[in-house]
Structures are given as structure tokens and as C-alpha cells.
């Protein structure tokens, strides 16, 4: 995450007003190309994403989870910088809730991207709710005048991030995913023309060694990883939503 400003934007102010609609701007325009994403093909799109695709003409739908949380992410740093606790923890939440929607609608295409801005919200959330960094342990600007996160919004945190891990799962268990590999150029179509009239290579020389146990440490990676989604959050929260007992102490 970027560092914050030093001080938060002034409630009210001219600055705050700015913020304010540059970040709705930005999210609309998120929504509406998620609403008219290519990826997976328009017959899956639910009637109401249909229609406001077909009203949202001008605006070029995303065709890969990539390019979907490559703008997110910025939105990240922006609602981060501002430093500003009553601003942050709600609109973090609405990206969180995007974020979790993409996942749901869009193969991961791209594991690496999921995972970054997945990491990025829980190290924003895990800072929001210690009141400073939680990698650096630096204070963070606007929370020293009482502004925390209150009991209802950490309730939809928990029930975000709960709903988030379990979709990450179900998402790598589909096996949706897309094919990033570039089209082949005119040298390596010759290249494979020789290789099948047996003139220029044998096929077992195409046997790489170890490859089995690549494959096998790659797979371990991304369970790991899908283990650590919103991990720290997770933990941070823990028994503080839990209900105070309720009844007569006797000795």
C-alpha cells in the first residue's frame, strides 16, 4: 500500500467533495465494464448485467480478471492515500464487494493479479482495524481522534471476507481458466513442421525432467495462497464480534 497523507481530508471540505466524485466516477465505470465483460461469453451474462450492457454502449467491457483488478487496484491506492478512516473503510468494503463479485463471474485467468489485490485489501483492512500498519506498525492518520471501525462494519467485513475465501476455492475447483498463451509466429509453426516428419527431432527429446514435481510445487503454491486469502483479517477480528454472555455470576 502507498503511505497516506499526514493529515485526513477535512469533513466537508472542497478536497473531500472531490474525492468523493472522482472515486464514484471511477467506480461506475468499473461496474458498468464488468456489466459488458466478454469473459466468460455474453450467454452466461445474467439479464440484468445483459441489459445494462446494452445501455452502456460506449464502454468497453473487461476481457480478463486481469484487466478488471488492474483498475481496482488503483482505486486501492487512491481511497489509501487519502488517509482519511471515514472514507476508506467504506469505500474499501465496496471495492472488496467488486472484487468478490469478478471472482464469482470471471474465470482466474490470472491467479497472479486475484491474489495481489486480495493480499492488498486484507493488509488495508488488518491496518484499519489495529489503527496503524500492520507490516510497518506506523500510526495511521485520522484514527487518533477516536475513528475506528464500528461494530456494524465489521460485521460486513467478516461476512465479505467469509464469502470471499469460500468463493476463491470454488473458483480454482471450476478449472476456468483461460488460455494466455500468444498465437504462434511462421518460425516456430516450421520449427513444429519438421518435428512431425520426424526429420528434425525425436519426441522423446521433448521429455523435460522434473517436470511432474514443477507442476506439483506450482499447484502447492496456490493453495497456499488461497489458504492466506483475507488471513490476517480473519485473524484480527477474531473474538471481537462475539456477543457478551448474558446472566446471573454465582459463586
Known sequence: LPFPRDMPLRAGGSKESTFI??????????QRRFAKRTTPASAFLSEMDRDKGDSWGDVKGYSSM??????????????????????QIPYLITIAVQV??????????????????????????????????????????????????????????RSLVE???VSVVEAFKRGDFESNGAEMTDA?????????????????????????????????????????????????LGDSLEEPSIGIITE
Request: aromatic share 4%; no cysteine.
Open 188 to 236: 516456430e509453426t516450421d520449427d513444429d513442421d519438421l518435428n512431425m516428419d520426424g526429420d528434425a527431432s525425436n519426441e522423446d527429446d521433448l521429455i523435460i525432467e522434473g517436470a511432474e514435481d514443477f507442476v506439483d510445487e506450482e499447484e502447492a503454491t496456490i493453495d497456499m495462497q488461497i489458504a492466506r486469502v483475507y488471513d490476517r483479517t480473519i485473524v484480527e
Open 100 to 157: 468478490h463479485n469478478i471472482i464469482q463471474a470471471m474465470p482466474p485467468s490470472h491467479p497472479k493479479s486475484l491474489f495481489h489485490i486480495l493480499e492488498k485489501l486484507d493488509h488495508a483492512f488488518t491496518s484499519l482495524l489495529q489503527g496503524r500498519d500492520s507490516e510497518t506498525g506506523q500510526s495511521l492518520p485520522g484514527l487518533a481522534d477516536g475513528r475506528t471501525v464500528n461494530g456494524t462494519e465489521k460485521v460486513r467485513i
Open 163 to 165: 464469502r470471499t475465501r
Open 66 to 87: 486481469k484487466e478488471a483488478f488492474a483498475e481496482l487496484e488503483e482505486l486501492v491506492n487512491i481511497v489509501w492515500i487519502s488517509g482519511t478512516p471515514g472514507l
Open 21 to 30: 466524485r472522482f472515486v464514484d466516477q471511477k467506480m461506475l465505470h468499473i
